[in-house]
Nanobody
Framework: VQLVESGGGLVQPGGSLRLSCAAS????????MNWYRQAPGKGRELVAG????????NYGDSVKGRFTISRDNAKNTVYLEMNSLKPEDTAVYYC?????????WGQGTQVTVSS
């Protein structure tokens, strides 16, 4: 299993970013996918999750109404569209999948929201 995140960077408050996670090594279309984040000095928190078919999703309370998770099963890729970004969204964002009861993680992509 390999997960490769991209799309992070520095953005001003109120701005937008789109993260991508390219997956390989498993049958992507059969598994739910998640985005987590970890801010400095804090634990890892769930940002959003999407079901294997894309028909269902859930979000952490702090990002509801601002972030949107989606997936393209033809491209083995999951996305996180982030709007109205706030300084408290600054974190390393990780893609996650659980395959055969084992959690797999990407290397993470840094998102920094600052003026």
């Amino acid at each position: 299993v390999q997960l490769v995140e991209s799309g992070g960077g520095l953005v001003q408050p109120g701005g937008s970013l789109r993260l991508s996670c390219a997956a390989s090594g498993f049958t992507f279309r059969m598994y739910d996918m998640n985005w987590y984040r970890q801010a400095p000095g804090k634990g890892r928190e769930l940002v959003a999750g999407i079901t294997y078919g894309g028909g269902g999703s859930n979000y952490g309370d702090s990002v509801k109404g601002r972030f949107t998770i989606s997936r393209d099963n033809a491209k083995n890729t999951v996305y996180l569209e982030m709007n109205s970004l706030k300084p408290e969204d600054t974190a390393v964002y990780y893609c996650n999948v659980r395959v055969n009861w084992i959690d797999y993680w990407g290397q993470g992509t840094q998102v920094t929201v600052s003026s």
